[in-house]
Nanobody, 121 residues
């Protein structure tokens, strides 16, 4: 099993910044992909940003130029730096990782518990 611990959510004013962190622990042989998704009431969970083990990144069009995803492979952590935030960024943000299990060497997808981000004056 793999556990994900998210931190960094909260309330921020429009134009402000927040940094989300997610730490993966447990039965990990390797982590292929790491990413952040967000969800608002009545809507499906949607990709915010995604980073592969080799470094290539993908961003939703709505956050390009404002958000930056990064990862620390030595600590099994992924980060989301959110700048120039807008009210429409308000959502629950979920960490997602694609892990090859240490014990059985099977690739599995894991989700964090979610952290609330609210952008409001």
């Amino acid at each position: 099993q793999v556990q994900l611990m998210e931190s960094g959510g909260g309330l921020v004013q429009p134009g402000g910044s927040l940094r989300l962190s997610c730490a993966a622990s447990g039965s990990i042989f390797s982590i292929d992909a790491m990413g952040w998704y967000r969800q608002t009431p009545g809507n499906e969970r949607a990709l915010v940003a995604h980073i592969l083990s080799g470094g290539p990144t993908t961003y939703a069009d709505s956050v390009k130029g404002r958000f930056a995803i990064s990862r620390d492979n030595t600590k099994n952590m992924v980060y989301l730096q959110m700048n120039k935030m807008k009210p429409e960024d308000t959502a629950v943000y979920y960490c997602n990782v694609l892990v090859t299990d240490q014990a059985v060497r099977v690739m599995r997808n894991y989700w964090g518990q979610g952290t609330q981000v609210t952008v409001s004056s």
